[in-house]
């Protein structure tokens, strides 16, 4: 039986928002208090139009932009339904404000790594976790060395590579951190390619990978935290070196803060 609250859309529209942005801000509300949850239908179209006195062009684009964000999905015949997970093919919408705000490769680099040493102290708070995770990233591993000897595109060792951050971070068992470093690690996508690219000495993906995946094993965080301090190191120095390359520049003694190593 449906019992969804239908009037937290009751609220006439705010004047300085558009009807589709209106929608949606009263859906992000709703579920923001707990009127609205993962799994639940939606009402109608017309129900939705009629409740927040806009078109229902209006509310057809408020729903499509919700679906496109991973929020909603859209079953025909059958209703409107809030997602209850995210689809790792959603639009991400931190990496596009990310990508719009531009932040420097150093920022980055610190935050990337900030958000490493919290995954994996919760990882290694709990035998559980740790052990839980460590045959997939295993299994992950192996995976991209069969990808290297079959000599995949850039691109197929990226996706493999990004993989194994989002087995670290579904394996932290904090949604909330799993959800920040999944978009920040899709921000570094394309950087990704561009450093996985000029790795044609040394498979240095595997390294750190294997390096993560014994500090789990012998649940050492100093040494967890150490192997992604120099991926982190490394793949920042791949790019600035290119940068550096592209420019002329004959800076090399560019470096990034980390944590104070406590």
């Known amino acids: 039986m449906d019992t969804t609250d239908r009037t937290i859309w009751r609220v006439r529209p705010q004047a300085n928002l558009s009807a ?28 939705l139009a009629e409740q927040c006195g806009v078109s229902r062009g209006s509310v057809r684009q408020a729903m499509k932009s919700l679906e496109t964000l991973g929020i909603l999905t859209i079953r025909p015949g059958d209703g409107t339904y809030i997602n209850t997970s995210m689809s790792e093919r959603c639009f ?7 990508l719009i705000s531009n932040p ?33 990233l295993d299994d992950n591993i192996r995976i991209h060395k069969t990808l290297l000897a079959q000599k995949v595109s850039t691109k197929d060792l990226v996706e493999n590579d990004l993989r194994f951050h989002r087995l670290l971070s ?9 959800v920040v470093y999944d978009y920040i690690m899709d921000f570094f996508r394309y950087y ?9 000495e040394r498979d240095l993906t595997t390294d750190a990978h294997e390096r993560i995946v014994e500090a789990l094993r012998t649940r050492s965080y100093s040494m967890a935290k150490q192997a992604a301090w120099d991926t982190v190191q490394i793949w920042y120095r791949l790019m ?9 520049s ?6 990034f803060s980390m944590d104070s190593q406590g």
């Open 170 to 178: 579904r394996g932290c068992g904090n949604i909330v951190l799993q």
């Open 20 to 47: 589709p942005d209106y929608v949606m801000e009263q859906i992000r509300d709703a579920l923001l208090q707990g009127q609205l949850k993962p799994g639940d239908r939606l009402p109608s179209e017309l129900e």
């Open 104 to 136: 420097s490769i150093k920022e980055m680099a610190d935050a990337r790594y900030a958000l490493e040493r919290d995954i994996f102290e919760l990882i290694l708070a709990d035998d559980t976790l740790a052990e839980a995770i460590i045959p997939e």
């Open 250 to 255: 004959s800076e090399k003694n560019i470096s």
């Open 192 to 200: 990704l390619v561009r450093t996985t690219s000029r790795q044609a």
């Open 240 to 248: 600035v070196d290119e940068d550096e390359a592209k420019s002329g």
């Open 92 to 98: 991400n919408p931190l990496a596009f404000t990310l």
